[in-house]
């Protein structure tokens, strides 16, 4: 099991995953033997050459059909799969919003120190001025 325990649904839906893998996996390489094993000559039978081609021809499209079913199966569990990691990958999104907020943070400080230097120059040029103003004979 991982590091941390996890919860019951979750468990469950990872086995779910796991059995549609190995399951999905298995019908591939059944239909995929299958086919491979219809290629064979065959000896004379009590089937007619012409008939016994086209049982053959028939199950090689069941069968094919039977692997495309599998590979689309294992692409939605692959989606499934990555579904799965983005809603529930919580440390992960975690540490992104931490970053984030640590960034903000950064520029807010930088944006304040600033400002207060800013308000410092011109609060000692308003007083420079407001003295001059004040000294001035011409008021």
Known sequence: MAQRALPQSKEALLKSYNKRLKDDVKSLLDNFSEIIKLARVE???QVSRMTQCEEDHFEMLVRASNIVRAGESLM????DLKQYL?????PSANEAISQTARSMLAMQQESDRKLMALRDDLAADLYDLEEEYYSSPFK
Do not use: S
């Open 76 to 79: 939605k569990l692959v989606t």
């Open 43 to 45: 000896e004379e039978t």
């Open 86 to 90: 983005i809603l529930n990958d919580f």
